[in-house]
């Protein structure tokens, strides 16, 4: 039976857009595939205008029965989201005794596993997928992978404390290989040379052309996604040489690779969503969008795209707002210089003022509207993570969790008017916020510890938790409230929460779902009591799972479920 909780983000998602997902009149300018397609700033199925919500479930394919792969699926389906993202890669240097892999990559040699652990592992989730009514988009790569794995399990160690637990493989979003796991095996040591060393992207291609020409009848495929979160740096260092003209390149490269193989599915890039405003473009607006007058009646004036002028002309006015909002209050802490009797800016906030700062600056080597412009990339994406990545200043007059809100508020206003500008569909392929009660269980994309935890031991009713780290359970569901509203009105095409919780797996020795191990974060029945035992597990979590979602936020649901019906 589901464990009530599934149901406390989700619902609010699920219901925020089941009017939108169900009840959208056919769209005629398309024809009736099978397959999703894009129309403007849409996505179309069998006709219809597609509009969704889904989750991350980057471990699907590890799981150890197809009872939990099949259950899994059920319960994503049965709260109304449509769209599951994975990885479809799951690299290894030596071959594993236990568990799932998909590819061997080793001393610049590769091979494909073919096998009932490999990609027949990757059948059953696309079958099941199908038979639930859900949609897939396959992750190819990933940009994160901070340690060197061995080949019976993972050398992640998380939860800190006086005691370390050495995770099973695969446990961790950066535990199944990657970018960096290419770099390494080819003798090479910078990790952007991953998009340009002439074996690497062969190596690569090859992977890519088994897994896409797998599926390439399936419309159960939403997405072709390039890699998660692809950027110049890693864990690896990047090279003197590497610039978003670069990342952009690459990402031309393999989308036109996949589209020569695969007719029918969309091509996506997986982009963190980083901007360069002031970036020379391989792939420029042709014509550029200028502004323009009022639209006609009916019609929808054009975006231009998001400009430094703008970020920083935007951010003065809303710490104008608020440091009068915040003065009227008594709450004002002023930090600056006396100048005549007024505070005066100091000279580092002066420079903060003028700076759009690295999310809009290309210093990720990423230009997400030059990436969205390349003919064969279908799609914009981006994520949105508050608590590891900066996407501007912080306002001093605000608390540091309306901070992080404002944040996310912004960053989705800014992707919208970027992806408004091409003229694709936009998605958010993630988004979250840790709360105090995964805590101990966060560990960030580009680490391999959990900084957080205050106790390692197994003994789960004795296991203590790190409270002063992450926002509350009511917190983080008025911020995904808000940022799920925000992208409605913003009309994204797409909504994937990050990440997915499941309970009642089959434990086995050796695995990602491991006696003792991953049970540490149970699942709790209607009473609270830990399900955890020697034989069942929860879903692997990096800090983001839904199990630690409270029911408190139903009534908010229902309100928002509401008032987007009736729009």
């Not at 890669?89 to 005794?97: G, Q, R, Y």
């Not at 950027?231 to 610039?243: A, N």
């Not at 936009?426 to 009660?437: C, D």
């Not at 003994?459 to 808000?482: H, I, L, M, P, W």
């Amino acid at each position: 039976m589901k464990d009530r909780r599934w149901f406390t983000l989700w619902g609010l998602a699920a219901l925020l857009l089941s009017g939108l997902a169900i009840a959208t009149p056919p769209t005629a300018k398309r024809g009736s595939s099978q397959f999703v397609q894009t129309d403007g700033a849409s996505f179309i199925v069998n006709g219809s205008k597609f509009r969704y919500v889904g989750t991350n479930a980057y471990w699907l394919p590890v799981l150890n029965t197809e009872q939990d792969i099949w259950n899994t699926l059920g319960n994503i389906s049965a709260i109304g989201a449509k769209v599951v993202r994975l990885w479809a890669f799951n690299d290894v240097t030596t071959t594993p005794s236990d568990g799932t892999w998909f590819q061997l990559v080793q001393n610049g040699k590769v091979s494909i596993n073919d096998g009932p652990n490999g990609l027949q592992k990757l059948d059953t989730v696309i079958q099941m997928a199908e038979q639930h009514g859900l949609y897939v988009i396959m992750t190819l790569t990933n940009n994160w992978y901070p340690t060197a794995s061995n080949s019976t399990g993972s050398s992640l160690q998380a939860r800190g404390g006086t005691t370390e637990i050495t995770l099973p493989r695969n446990y961790l979003s950066n535990d199944y290989g990657g970018m960096d796991l290419y770099v390494r095996q080819f003798g090479l040591q910078y990790h952007d040379q991953f998009y340009t060393d002439e074996k690497v992207v062969m190596a690569f291609k090859n992977f890519t052309s088994q897994v896409v020409t797998r599926y390439v009848n399936s419309p159960t495929v939403f997405s072709w996604e390039l890699a998660n979160d692809p950027r110049c740096s890693s864990t690896l260092p990047m090279s003197g040489s590497c610039t978003t003209e670069t990342i952009t390149q690459w990402h031309a490269t393999m989308a036109a690779y996949i589209r020569s193989i695969d007719p029918n599915h969309l091509i996506s890039s997986g982009n963190q969503g980083y901007m360069c405003t002031n970036c020379a473009k391989l792939y420029p607006l042709n014509p550029a969008p200028a502004p323009q007058p009022s639209p006609a009646p009916g019609s929808k004036k054009r975006s231009v795209p998001v400009s430094s002028e703008q970020i920083l002309r935007k951010r003065a006015e809303s710490r104008r707002l608020n440091r009068r909002a915040a003065k009227l209050a008594g709450k004002l802490k002023e930090d600056g210089i006396r100048v005549r009797g007024r505070w005066a800016a100091t000279a580092t906030r002066r420079q903060q003022s003028q700076e759009v700062g690295s999310a809009y600056d290309g210093s990720y080597g990423v230009d997400s509207q030059d990436i969205l412009n390349i003919p064969d990339i279908s799609f914009g994406t981006f994520q949105l993570f508050p608590d590891q990545d900066a996407y501007a200043a912080s306002d001093p007059s605000l608390s540091s969790y309306q901070n992080m809100v404002n944040a996310g508020v912004d960053w989705i206003t800014n992707q919208a008017q970027s992806a408004d500008a091409v003229g694709k569909p936009l998605i958010m392929t993630a988004f979250g916020l840790v709360t105090q009660s995964n805590a101990a269980d966060f560990v960030p994309f580009n680490m391999t510890t959990a900084p957080y935890a205050t106790n390692t031991s197994l003994d789960v009713t004795n296991q203590k938790r790190d409270t002063s780290y992450g926002v509350t359970n009511q917190e983080q569901t008025d911020a995904y409230e808000n940022w799920l509203t925000t992208s409605v009105s913003l009309n994204l095409a797409g909504m994937i929460q990050y990440q997915w919780g499941q309970g009642n797996l089959t434990a086995e020795t050796g695995t990602t779902i491991s006696p003792g191990v991953t049970g540490i974060t149970p699942s709790s029945d209607s009473t609270g009591t830990s399900q955890s035992n020697d034989t069942t597990g929860v879903s692997p979590n990096d800090g983001y799972s839904s199990n630690s979602n409270a029911d408190s936020i139903q009534q908010v649901i229902s309100s928002t479920a509401n008032n987007i019906a009736s729009d």
